[in-house]
């Protein structure tokens, strides 16, 4: 038995998005018991967990609680952008580390968390690439009303007036909120070349459903014209969809049809999660033993120095984390929608982090910019 290190598990296990803390749970849990059960690391991970059920003020509760009551520095948690920036403040006063496995708006580098998941330059920037040239560059966006909607459909108005198109509308909903009639009228009005899907749980189940239903009446809206796009939308959740999704667009760095060694490398573990959720969590929990075996007492402020010149060994591939800003690089992916799984459209491998957009390049990602006469 190697030196028990306690860690912190900080996921909701009800609530409007259940089924991503649901994978994200399993990801970091099956990680435990498979460094536990290896003989060849010296550690065991004992979990300190903490469920905020759904409730964004039990973040920041349970983190207090984990850091004031355990040996734990390091906690594997948090969904939303709200929940992780809600924690930030108790980790720099404790002096503890979050490993974040979704993906989020970007800009944002904080000294105590590891960005496992990607960011906009890994998402969004190569997402709208993808779609501009084959359906249009006239949007649509949504969002759940919390910082990964306004922040994602921030940049995404950037990036559409850089491609040439206009943002035909922008709406929000409180998350859990299930009432998308409005929605579905106003896309049926201004007709935009793709939707870009920001909702979280319920409320995109609930909107994709109803935008099936309206491809069924108007054939403009139909995938193959109409597509709604996701930077977030992982296999968990597509049993939620009972296939009204087929069709529509995702990205991540991780979809279960291409193993790990042909995303990344023959190196890389033949375990295969279900979603791209799961494998960051796992991800999280792997590297961090990595880190730890060399070094049991490890914190914040050892972990440049670990990811310096480091590659770590996880079902993403083999990535490197960033010592400036703690962000992972990792493969994109663009997956289709075929009934409960994603379909491999495009795959880009070892895309390094970029949270700021600071090496955006317009005319690298869209072209040459469309100039217009004017007198």
């Known amino acids: 038995m190697g030196r028990r290190i306690e860690i912190g598990i900080l996921y909701s296990r009800s609530g409007n998005y259940r089924l991503l803390s649901e994978s994200c749970r399993s990801g970091a849990m099956t990680a435990i018991a498979d460094i536990n059960a290896d003989p060849a690391i010296p550690i065991e991970f004992v979990p300190v967990e903490r469920d905020p059920q759904g409730n964004i003020d039990g973040y920041a509760t349970g983190c207090a609680d984990i850091l004031a009551n355990s040996g734990a520095r390091h906690i594997i948690g948090c969904i939303t952008s709200w929940s992780r920036k809600e924690v930030i403040p108790i980790l720099?006063?404790?002096?503890?580390?979050?490993?974040?496995?979704?993906?989020?708006?970007?800009?944002?580098?904080?000294?105590?968390?590891?960005?496992?998941?990607?960011?906009?330059?890994?998402?969004?920037?190569?997402?709208?690439?993808?779609?501009?040239?084959?359906?249009?560059?006239?949007?649509?966006?949504?969002?759940?009303?919390?910082?990964?909607?306004?922040?994602?459909?921030?940049?995404?108005?950037?990036?559409?007036a850089d491609a040439g198109g206009k943002v035909l509308g922008e709406r929000y909903l409180p998350l859990g909120e299930v009432d998308v009639s409005r929605l579905i009228a106003e896309i049926h009005a201004t007709r935009p070349d793709f939707i870009l899907n920001n909702l979280i749980g319920s409320s995109s189940?609930?909107?994709?459903?109803?935008?099936?239903?309206?491809?069924?009446?108007?054939?403009?809206?139909?995938?193959?014209?109409?597509?709604?796009?996701?930077?977030?939308?992982?296999?968990?959740?597509?049993p939620a969809l009972n296939e009204a999704g087929n069709g529509h667009l995702s990205v991540g760095p991780y979809f279960h049809d291409i193993s790990a060694a042909d995303r990344q490398g023959d190196s890389?573990?033949?375990?295969?999660?279900?979603?791209?959720?799961?494998?960051?969590?796992?991800?999280?929990?792997?590297?961090?033993?990595?880190?730890?075996?060399?070094?049991?007492?490890?914190?914040?402020?050892?972990?440049?120095?670990?990811?310096?010149?480091?590659?770590?060994?996880?079902?993403?591939?083999?990535?490197?984390?960033?010592?400036?800003?703690?962000?992972?690089?990792?493969?994109?992916?663009?997956?289709?929608?075929?009934?409960?799984?994603?379909?491999?459209?495009?795959?880009?491998?070892?895309?390094?982090?970029?949270p700021y957009l600071s090496r955006y390049d317009r005319t690298e990602t869209f072209g040459r910019p469309r100039l217009r006469v004017v007198s």
């Not at 791209?276 to 049991?296: D, G, H, K, M």
């Not at 009934?339 to 970029?354: I, M, Q, S």
């Open 92 to 160: 720099e006063r404790a002096g503890g580390t979050l490993w974040y496995a979704c993906p989020y708006e970007g800009f944002e580098a904080n000294e105590h968390v590891v960005y496992m998941h990607a960011c906009p330059n890994q998402h969004l920037v190569p997402l709208l690439a993808h779609v501009v040239p084959r359906f249009g560059a006239n949007g649509f966006l949504l969002g759940s009303n919390y910082i990964w909607g306004w922040e994602t459909n921030r940049v995404a108005r950037d990036l559409i």
């Open 205 to 238: 189940y609930a909107f994709i459903a109803a935008y099936a239903e309206l491809a069924e009446r108007d054939p403009h809206f139909r995938p193959e014209r109409c597509p709604i796009l996701s930077c977030n939308l992982t296999e968990c959740e597509l």
């Open 268 to 354: 890389a573990p033949s375990i295969m999660p279900a979603s791209s959720f799961e494998a960051a969590a796992y991800a999280s929990v792997r590297t961090l033993a990595e880190i730890l075996a060399r070094n049991p007492g490890a914190q914040w402020p050892d972990l440049p120095q670990a990811f310096a010149g480091t590659s770590f060994r996880t079902p993403l591939g083999d990535i490197s984390i960033d010592p400036q800003t703690q962000h992972a690089t990792l493969p994109v992916q663009i997956g289709r929608i075929e009934g409960t799984a994603f379909k491999t459209v495009t795959l880009a491998k070892g895309v390094a982090p970029d």
